[in-house]
């Protein structure tokens, strides 16, 4: 037995989790040919498994956003940057936001959708629906607006995500400011402490996720179980468009709308940037994580980009926490779907909340990998989608998370490292 859990554990998570998918699979469509009264049996046993993994993530989701938010926010050197600061700052806003507009577009060209197999989403949906996320309701601009500034604690007890965004965000901020207004005096030194503490709640909130992570190959075995037995092999099709319209969306940023940056802004050969860049976005892949690839992003940026490391060190590390380009492609896709299989009107309005949704989202994954799943709850909660159907969504995404992350991870780290080149050639930081 300890072999067993030795060889477990030293597996590598992706591993687990695509063969927990697998097995999903095979047990959900065995299940569902097996006759009503083994598959409602086995259904009951299975499904609690994976409302555990849904609420873990629940738990976590609210302190990760607020902590890596009030650290990143607080990290920007206001007096030191100046200009160079808000011109990275404004990059990244304008690029995630630009990334959610094209993902949102490209979303609603590719329609995915779950065309025959919604028929048979009812079984899942009871499965799910003892699961309480906290209601839904949103979806309008007016809404929108109301939910931005609120009570912090009403905001963190009822997982009002935009609010906790914006108070984060400031909060973060008005902490900066007092630090280097302050002088040397015991207020900046309560406040660096204040930081301190939060970035070691921060820390200890990634153990925690670390924790889950491995009990996530159990929890998508067990709702890959149930959306197969629920759905059964009519469910290809649609993981299949989900995954296609990701893929497809994440390789044209790459491929075609960084390079038009920097054609456009630079005036150079792009592709020779992006070459440049292939190996911290290669590790971006391959780990799912832009923390993991920084320290190569680091180095690629002083070795073969020749960036100067006082914007490098800075630009980095803040694109690794809030520059979420690929996120802001898979958001969409997730959103669209919920929209296709509930009936959702999306008109103008709603298109915008949900980009807002999506960029405001993107800015707290906090480098981790999977982030995007913690978020997509915020996302769906906006369009005023229910619990129970919350739920369901991100059932559905967990299976299929592993692979699309590594795609919207190496989409982030492109992001990251091209902004950082194009900052430094319009602003004379290279040489």
Not at 109 to 137: I, K, S, T, W, Y
Not at 366 to 380: A, Q
Not at 381 to 394: F, P
Request: with cysteine; aromatic share 10%; hydrophobic share 55%.
């Amino acid at each position: 037995m300890r072999k067993i859990a030795k060889l477990y554990f030293s597996t590598p998570l992706v591993y687990r989790v695509v063969a927990a998918f697998l097995l999903g699979i095979a047990a959900g469509i065995g299940c569902r040919y097996a006759g009503p009264d083994v598959c409602d049996g086995t259904l009951a046993v299975l499904a609690p498994f994976g409302t555990v993994l849904i609420a873990m993530l629940k738990m976590v989701v609210i302190p990760i956003i607020f902590l890596s938010l009030v650290t990143g926010a607080a990290s920007l050197p206001l007096r030191k940057f100046g200009r160079l600061g808000m011109w990275v700052v404004a990059w990244y806003f304008l690029t995630s936001l630009f990334a959610a507009v094209f993902g949102t577009g490209f979303a609603l060209f590719m329609n995915p959708g779950m065309g025959d197999a919604g028929e048979h989403a009812a079984p899942l949906m009871g499965q799910v629906e003892q699961l309480r996320l906290g209601g839904g309701g949103g979806g309008t601009l007016l809404k929108l607006v109301n939910d931005l500034f609120m009570n912090p604690f009403q905001a963190l007890a009822e997982g009002k995500f935009l609010s906790i965004i914006v108070f984060s965000i400031l909060f973060g901020i008005a902490v900066r400011t007092v630090i280097e207004e302050s002088g040397g005096g015991k207020v900046r030194m309560a406040a660096e402490t204040l930081l301190d503490v939060f970035g070691a709640a921060m820390k200890a909130c990634f153990r925690m996720i670390d924790w889950i992570m491995e009990y996530f190959p159990v929890g998508v075995f067990a709702l890959t179980a149930v959306n197969f037995a629920a759905y059964g092999a009519e469910l290809f099709g649609p993981y299949l468009r989900i995954a296609g319209c990701v893929i497809t969306g994440v390789l044209i940023m790459i491929g075609v709308i960084y390079p038009l940056f920097v054609l456009v802004i630079c005036r150079e050969n792009p592709y020779r940037v992006l070459a440049a860049v292939r190996e911290p976005v290669l590790t971006a892949f391959l780990t799912r994580s832009s923390a993991a690839a920084l320290p190569v992003s680091l180095r690629v940026a002083d070795e073969e980009l020749h960036i100067r490391n006082e914007l490098s060190g800075f630009a980095l590390p803040l694109g690794a926490t809030i520059n979420m380009d690929g996120v802001c492609i898979h958001l969409p896709v997730f959103a669209i779907l919920a929209a296709n299989i509930f009936g959702i009107p999306l008109g103008m309005g709603q298109i915008f909340v949900l980009i807002l949704s999506v960029v405001f989202a993107s800015i707290g994954t906090g480098g981790i990998p999977g982030g995007s799943i913690f978020l997509l709850f915020m996302v769906l909660e906006n369009m005023g989608l229910e619990a129970g159907r919350i739920a369901m969504i991100v059932a559905l995404a967990i299976g299929i998370n592993p692979l699309l992350d590594m795609f919207e991870t190496a989409c982030n780290v492109a992001g990251d490292n091209i902004g950082n080149y194009v900052i430094a050639r319009r602003n004379g930081m290279i040489g």
